[in-house]
């Protein structure tokens, strides 16, 4: 895949290195700064500096329960920006609609996406069970979206995951705007079909039968339905289990073309992956190069042989 700067993604102003902290600091996160950052446009937000509060400033905390809880001042529990935070997610729903996807400060009581500090009313000690209320009502608003916490992005699989779901976000957002047929939805799953593979039997199961339906149904309400499926089976992260079961259906596409050698060798590679001695990129080189000397157009229009851009080196560590 080639450069494409194109691709919007929402995040976090501090880790960008904005230093709009409460402390008048910043949390640069150097994957998104230094690997990422070349193949996306950043659209840097941050929701304190957003609802008027200023740098640096009163720091603020969740208090509550899992239920209902607001965001109040740490030293002064009569400053309540709850509403406020909740509101600028509504003001910004419209503006992230054009994002293919969102990075998060974790632990942030507006945008952590999980198990961020939440206090109860009584002295007792913090639970982990909030969710950063600008966080949250961004998820809400635009329930399909791909998004993922700076800290996550650390897990050599989350990470790929993220990337691979923005990416193929941004390519459903494309199809939109050419305009939905039933065609173009059943060709984008057609080139999409193993990577949804890779994310498990039964989201390949379900996705198959929904793309059946296509054209017995309203075309837009079908869209959707299908969207909405299809980003919910990525955010599974795929296993080693599922990426094997899928390398050796593309192997069986060279069943006939490969000598006994070269088929020995692609399937002790791929026995090496399933057993975690190689990375996932090693049985794909493997497979790009047998595909070139001997194309099958079906092979060669599968995303999965190139789900993003090569030079972030995210199957490398799989």
Not at 9 to 35: A, Q
Not at 39 to 47: A, E, H, L, Q, S
Not at 251 to 261: A, I, V
Not at 273 to 296: A, D, E, Q, S, W
Request: some cysteine.
């Amino acid at each position: 895949m080639q450069r494409h700067s194109k691709i919007k993604i929402g995040i976090s102003s501090c880790l960008l290195g904005e230093e709009v902290r409460y402390d008048g600091g910043h949390k640069r996160d150097r994957f998104i700064t230094d690997r990422l950052a070349p193949y996306v446009t950043f659209v840097p937000i941050c929701p304190e500096v957003g609802i008027g509060m200023g740098i640096p400033r009163e720091p603020i905390k969740l208090v509550g329960t899992a239920n209902n809880y607001r965001a109040l001042g740490v030293k002064d529990e009569t400053l309540d920006v709850t509403e406020d935070l909740a509101k600028f997610a509504d003001s910004m729903a419209t503006r992230l609609a054009k994002v293919s996807g969102y990075i998060f400060k974790s632990r942030s009581p507006s945008c952590g996406m999980e198990r961020v500090k939440l206090y109860p009313k009584s002295s007792a000690m913090p639970s982990r069970d909030g969710i950063g209320v600008y966080a949250k009502r961004i998820m809400e608003l635009l329930p399909d979206l791909p998004v993922e916490e700076e800290g996550r992005l650390n897990d050599p699989v989350l990470r790929e995951n993220f990337v691979e779901r923005v990416f193929v976000y941004r390519r459903w957002q494309d199809l939109v705007a050419k305009g939905v047929t039933p065609a173009r939805v059943i060709e984008f799953y057609t080139r999409h079909k193993l990577i949804v593979l890779a994310h498990g039997q039964r989201g390949h199961q379900a996705m198959g039968k929904l793309v059946a339906n296509i054209g017995k149904e309203s075309t837009q309400e079908i869209a959707q339905r299908f969207v909405s499926n299809l980003m919910a089976v990525l955010k599974k992260p795929a296993t080693r289990r599922a990426h094997t079961n899928v390398l050796q259906h593309i192997q069986g596409y060279l069943k006939k073309e490969l000598d006994k050698s070269d088929k020995q060798e692609l399937t002790q590679t791929i026995e090496q992956y399933r057993l975690g001695h190689l990375p996932l990129i090693v049985p794909i080189t493997l497979l790009r190069h047998h595909f070139r000397r001997n194309p099958v157009e079906y092979i060669n229009n599968q995303i999965y042989m190139n789900p993003h851009p090569p030079e972030l080196m995210l199957r490398n560590s799989l």
